[in-house]
């Protein structure tokens, strides 16, 4: 009930500005037996960065770890391409007006299935201007969509609602891991608000 919302929304303040050191709701969910399903997300144009060099790690590590892993480049995204981050007009209207909810766009569609079959993801990104890549905001934009990521309540009755209001799709993923590098010291990012960290 009411109160148990309460004490989520307590535990997610709390995990947020403990860097989290107090655990998110949820967290305590039993880990699922055997391997998991890994999409690794790397935002990053350069694969020689020291950013690609995290990300080949956590790769290895996990694979190492008996996990399956994908992973995925908004800045390779098809033949070499980057992805398109920008949400077309139609798929912003679609966005709030879809009822079932919008298609997903063609270009993103293998992102998403992996998405939905993911039992962790993790993304690796450099903080630029206190906040992640623009292209990962835009791959967040185009696929964290409603039937994707979440939909909105309908009628009366219960309904699993989340402390955002919204029903949760992606139930699969029980663990979300980000590993980022500053360029600036970590107070100076905490002063800043770390828009990266938050943001995911």
């Not at 990300?55 to 070499?80: F, I, M, Q």
């Amino acid at each position: 009930g009411t109160s148990s919302m309460v004490l989520s929304v307590m535990r997610m303040t709390l995990n947020r500005l403990t860097g989290g050191f107090i655990s998110s709701p949820g967290s305590d969910l039993e880990p699922k037996a055997g391997p998991w399903n890994v999409l690794l997300v790397h935002a990053h144009p350069c694969d020689d960065s020291f950013s690609a060099a995290i990300a080949s790690t956590v790769e290895d590590s996990l694979t190492a770890a008996g996990h399956s892993v994908k992973r995925w480049s908004p800045y390779n995204w098809s033949d070499g391409m980057a992805m398109q981050p920008s949400l077309t007009a139609l798929e912003r209207r679609a966005y709030i007006t879809s009822d079932p909810p919008p298609e997903v766009p063609r270009d993103v569609r293998k992102f998403v299935n992996d998405l939905r079959a993911a039992d962790a993801l993790v993304f690796v990104y450099p903080t630029w201007w206190f906040s992640v890549p623009g292209i990962l905001k835009g791959l967040i934009d185009r696929t964290f969509i409603p039937g994707v990521a979440f939909t909105f309540p309908k009628g009366e009755g219960p309904h699993p609602v989340g402390s955002t209001g919204l029903v949760p799709c992606l139930t699969n993923i029980k663990k979300l891991g980000a590993v980022t590098t500053y360029g600036a010291s970590r107070p100076i990012a905490l002063i800043a608000g770390d828009g990266g960290h938050t943001l995911l």
